[in-house]
């Protein structure tokens, strides 16, 4: 089985490395603005759609010889490119949402990108010869050697690096690779249902308690701090680029602590247990509901696709409960099912004289329901074949949580 992998890590450019870059992304930018005005003007004026090819030669070949955008020659043309085939992209989804074709949440058509956008982003491919060189620096052409600081070796050649700047300053290269080396863990005799939630991120269908970490709640006073300190700086002035910058940086440990806990919690998951079955959540509708903060701060969704791509790597089975299956009212000693319950209800007690913690029988239906549905006999698909690569990897920060798993009572830093 392929597998597609992504591996992310920090690079340090020099200032005249970070002037260069600057350049890459305001090129990809203007190139992409180019090529959807282009189109849209020409839905606007009723003339077919524009093609690929003909796109590109608009807005790269001809627009070099001009004289408005002759600076476009002071990239590399792969950037160029990626930059519109990721409009490419970006339009083949719409049309794809807009006729059906493509499943799950309606998708908006392409935007312009804005020179203020926190975040930037450009991507070389092996067309560009990028190369990463025996002293360890990322070798791309017209930027220079890139100093990179590596966690680990990479499994094989990479198809592609993307250069991102985030909103916190930092610069960061993430390669795309595709390995078919065996990684298949032992066979294991254990299988989890997981029920995950606000007051425990996830309570196990074996009985284990993951306390919930609430990494925002315990940095809402320092952020709280940083962006009064934001809102009464003068709009424009250096000083307040500077505490966005701040109040980006404070975002960013946040968000780097919270993915290596849950790096670090799947990947226990996965070795300890065969299969691993969780509750398909709908994590967008409970975004509006006045849970939407602790909701954000929990990142169901970041671990449960943890737990999906990781399973399909080490050769484990991962399943998706439908979110509508009555986990937590159905009782797992007789099956009955009872009547909607209260937030604030956490064990209840069965006529068939059962008692239910609330959390814990709903992980145990979650593991009944998914050894159900993956023993059917209708060819549902339960393990996924091509596994996408992640949109970030784990990214160790030295303050980050340091515990894998935590019980009930034990803190998890």
């Known amino acids: 089985m392929i597998v597609q992998l992504r591996y992310q890590f920090r690079v340090y450019p020099t200032p005249s490395q970070q002037v260069e870059l600057a350049k890459a992304f305001g090129c990809a930018r203007v190139v992409f603005n180019d090529g959807l005005r282009v189109r849209q003007q020409a839905r606007e004026q009723g003339e077919k759609y524009v093609s690929d090819a003909e796109l590109s030669k608009r807005v790269i070949t001809q627009a070099k010889l001009t004289p408005q955008r002759a600076w476009l020659g002071e990239v590399s043309a792969v950037v160029l490119q990626q930059a519109l085939a990721d409009l490419n992209t970006a339009y083949r989804n719409f049309f ?10 309606k998708v908006a058509p392409p935007r ?42 990479l499994p094989s050649d990479p198809s592609s690096v993307a250069i991102i700047r985030d909103a916190a300053g930092r610069y960061f290269a993430s390669f795309v690779v595709q390995t078919t ?38 940095a809402a006073r320092k952020l709280k701090r940083l962006q009064q300190a934001l809102s009464r700086k003068t709009r424009g002035s250096n000083r307040r680029k500077k505490a966005v910058v701040k109040v980006a940086r404070a975002h960013a440990r946040v968000a780097d602590t919270r993915r290596d806990w849950q790096h670090k919690l799947s990947t226990t998951i996965i070795r300890e247990n065969q299969a691993v079955y969780v509750e398909d959540l709908a ?55 009872n009547e909607k319950m209260a937030l604030n209800v956490r064990s209840w007690d069965c006529p068939c004289a059962a008692a239910h913690d609330r959390d814990h029988n709903a992980a145990k239906n979650v593991l009944a329901a998914g050894q159900a549905d993956n023993g059917n006999d209708r060819g549902a698909q339960v393990r996924p074949g091509l596994v996408p690569a992640p949109r970030g990897e784990a990214v160790t920060h ?16």
């Open 398 to 413: 030295p303050h980050a949580a340091r515990s894998t798993r935590s019980v009930e009572g034990i803190s998890v830093l």
């Open 112 to 153: 312009f990108r804005s020179r203020k956008d926190n975040r930037q982003a450009i991507r070389f491919t092996k067309n560009s010869r990028f190369k990463v060189c025996d002293n360890g620096r990322l070798r791309l052409p017209k930027i220079g050697d890139l100093d990179v600081r590596w966690s680990r070796e």
């Open 96 to 105: 794809a949402s807009v006729t059906g074709k493509r499943k799950g949440r």
């Open 283 to 337: 994590v967008a509708g409970l975004g509006r509901t006045r849970l939407a903060k602790s909701v954000h701060d929990a990142g169901w969704a970041s671990f449960t696709a943890m737990l999906e791509y990781k399973a399909a790597r080490y050769g484990r089975t991962f399943g998706r409960v439908d979110r509508f299956f009555p986990s937590t009212r159905m009782c797992s000693h007789c099956g009955r099912i």
């Open 181 to 218: 080396q065996d990684e298949r863990l032992p066979e294991a005799d254990s299988k989890v249902g997981i029920d995950l939630g606000l007051t425990h991120f996830a309570v196990m269908s074996d009985g284990t308690k993951v306390t919930a970490p609430k990494f925002l709640r315990r």
